[in-house]
């Protein structure tokens, strides 16, 4: 993870030294254009996962037909659950790969904006130190909505207990933690988000039309 993490402050370095080489030298810019070229590369991953999510929940209610009607024969619950995904051509586990990919990348990240040491002068928009916390709160109360709409996009049946509670408990822990943690790697959050429901939305409208 040390590896991973020192790619990642290597990386902030030449995005801000590329930013100093237009004229705008900032370090909260560099963050930005960093975590945008990521989810860029990282979109046939997040493309795949979100593909095997939708199909999961369009599966739902069968699925949820299939467990009242054999819940008292696990077997054969399990044999019309297999059948069901070999019918609608779904695979269960198809959007674990990703995630797994994916997920030392996100943790490599997280540490390497985290711990990085930044050199002269690190302000960015209404903070004047992006190595402290937010001290308008501005970041963490945007943390907490995006991830909001983030988890509605991908957890729209809401019908089970289970699930409101994760669409509800998860924002709001994210922007609790948000506001003790480095403004730089909250903005990270936000703007990994907001390309995430947008590559979403996009993926729905190319499916829709």
Do not use: H
Not at 122 to 150: C, G, H, K, R
Not at 159 to 183: C, D, E, H, R, V
């Amino acid at each position: 993870m040390d590896f991973l993490s020192s790619l990642v402050q290597q990386a902030v370095t030449i995005t801000y030294n590329f930013t100093s080489s237009i004229g705008f030298p900032n370090y909260g810019l560099a963050i930005i254009i960093m975590t945008v070229i990521v989810k860029i590369a990282m979109y046939p991953l997040t493309a795949k996962q979100i593909a095997s999510t939708t199909a999961m929940m369009e599966l739902q209610p069968k699925m949820k037909a299939i467990q009242e009607k054999y819940k008292d024969n696990k077997p054969l619950l399990n044999q019309k659950l297999a059948e069901l995904y070999k019918e609608q051509g779904v695979n269960p586990l198809a959007g674990c790969l990703p995630l797994l990919v994916q997920m030392p990348i996100m943790i490599g990240i997280f540490y390497g904006i985290r711990d990085f040491q930044y050199i002269g002068p690190n302000n960015f928009l209404w903070m004047e130190n992006i190595s402290l916390p937010d001290p308008y709160y501005i970041l963490p109360v945007l943390s907490a909505l995006t991830t909001f709409i983030q988890s509605k996009q991908s957890m729209p049946d809401t019908s089970s207990s289970q699930n409101k509670i994760m669409l509800y408990f998860m924002p709001l822990f994210i922007g609790y933690i948000s506001f003790t943690f480095p403004a730089g790697l909250v903005l990270y959050w936000v703007i990994m988000n907001i390309m995430q429901i947008g590559q979403q939305a996009l993926m729905s409208r190319k499916k829709a039309a």
